[in-house]
């Protein structure tokens, strides 16, 4: 919680679209803040990435596809590409990114 409350929610602002920069930016500083403390990161974090395919397998986010000639992005959620083909889709580094609306909305109340 700590991570969203403190780093990544302020760094978004009111949206809650965010780039892989902006991810890779808070959770550097969230890193800093559990080194300066002592703390062990837990196994979720022990990489950027590795943290944000844990929250896309959660569904706290999408990454968006931009196709030419569409109007819309198209939003990656885990549970939508989950299959028995596919039983853990991987999320897109260096994209945009979408919170849950209202993961968002809760944090941003907290």
Not at 29 to 49: C, G, H, T, W
Not at 88 to 101: A, E
Request: aromatic share 18%.
């Amino acid at each position: 919680m700590k991570f969203f409350t403190s780093y990544l929610t302020p760094a978004v602002g009111e949206g809650n679209e965010f780039e892989y920069k902006v991810f890779l930016k808070a959770y550097e500083q969230f890193m800093k803040y559990l080194d300066s403390n002592k703390l062990e990161p837990p196994v979720i974090f022990r990489s950027a990435d590795g943290f944000l395919q844990f929250l896309y397998e959660l569904n706290i986010i999408c990454y968006l596809e931009h196709i030419p000639r569409q109007q819309r992005p198209l939003m990656h959620w885990c549970f939508k590409e989950r299959s028995y083909a596919n039983i853990r889709p991987k999320v897109r580094s260096q994209q945009k990114y979408i919170m849950h609306y209202g993961i968002a909305r809760a944090l941003k109340q907290a």
